[in-house]
């Protein structure tokens, strides 16, 4: 049985292994495939049988001309890259990794939140560059510093990762609001749940953990800044379409909003005409919250526990029944 990785890269630059997933069949692992040119796609899957996706679209095109093709798995949650209808269609099971970065993309919402209350990578920066030893005073901040006690964290999404992100927050002596269309327990131990204008007005920071669906996509709008306090910080490590981001640049740029901690945007990799690149006290990273070693390492234990599964006859994971 052949087994094709179209783009292992970013699952596994190195530090990570494929070895169980070769013990299942015949792999080849690509770290790269073009994400515009379906022949690419199409060469290289060929004749096999599980193919595994990161970001390489699977479409209707690449699907007809490689009938071989039984099982496709992503090594991520998300499965819009895959023309999963259609594949249902033929009869091929698409499966994805439906947790693996509770635990790592929480945590990255509250970093970004603590770098913008203390700039601790400038004023490290600002110590090795002499900064400190030519300060005529014995200590010296660039920034205003914010102490996050007893202020208002709104979360808006409060699945499993937004919780995580809120009993952190918590942990920080923050009150936690939390909007979300189907509140529960767990949710209810950590934060109140409020109607999203209850959230808007009353938070001090805003957290974006919500999918997207239609219904959210631009929820950090013009017209929903308008509605936050003056000087909100906005967090989005989710999806970069919910935020209208010519929105929230000029929000940034006349104060409205203090500052704004982003770990994805609209398009990826970000467009040199970004309006969020050039607007003031806007903390953008490379879509690597779900990055780390241990986050990765849960991927591919469930990939290969997913192909095991097909293999078996028996498909887990799978998100078109």
């Given amino acids: ?30 770290d790269r ?9 199409i060469a290289r899957i060929g004749d096999a049988e599980i193919v595994f996706t990161n970001k390489t679209p699977i479409t209707k095109k690449v699907i007809d001309a490689c009938p071989n093709m039984k099982f496709i798995s992503l090594l991520a949650t998300g499965y819009n890259v895959v023309d999963y209808v259609y594949a249902k269609e033929k009869g091929i099971p698409v499966t994805n990794v439906p947790t693996y970065g509770t635990a790592s993309v929480g945590q990255f919402a509250i970093a970004l939140l603590l770098e913008i209350c203390h700039h601790i990578g400038h004023h490290n920066e600002s110590v090795h560059a002499g900064n400190w030893e030519n300060c005529i005073d014995w200590c010296y901040w660039d920034y205003p510093l914010i102490e996050l006690d007893g202020k208002t964290m709104g979360i808006i999404g409060f699945g499993r990762i937004g919780q995580t992100t809120g009993k952190i927050a918590k942990a920080m002596g923050m009150k936690v609001l939390a909007y979300d269309n189907f509140p529960n327990d767990f949710g209810k131990a950590i934060a109140e749940y409020v109607d999203l204008d209850t959230l808007l007005a009353q938070s001090d920071v805003i957290a974006v953990h919500c999918p997207l669906f239609p219904e959210t996509q631009g929820i950090i709008n013009k017209d929903n800044i308008a509605k936050m306090k003056d ?13 209208v981001e010519q929105d929230l640049a000029d929000a940034l740029n006349s104060g409205k909003v203090a500052a704004a901690g982003l770990d994805v945007v609209s398009t ?17 990273t490379p879509h690597i919250s779900w990055a780390p070693k241990e986050s990765r390492q849960r991927i591919m234990d469930c990939a290969v526990a997913n192909a095991k599964a097909y293999i078996d006859g028996a498909p887990i994971n799978v998100v078109n029944k």
């Fill in 1 to 30: 049985m052949k087994i094709v990785v179209l783009d292992g890269y970013t699952e596994n630059p190195g530090d990570l292994s494929w070895d169980e997933l070769g013990k299942l069949g015949e792999l080849t692992v690509y």
């Fill in 33 to 41: 495939t073009s994400l515009t040119d379906e022949d690419e796609a």
């Fill in 231 to 243: 000087g909100v910080i906005i967090l989005n490590n989710s999806r970069g379409p919910l935020v």
């Fill in 268 to 284: 990826e990799p970000i467009h040199g005409d970004n309006p969020l690149l050039k607007a003031k006290n806007c903390i953008i």
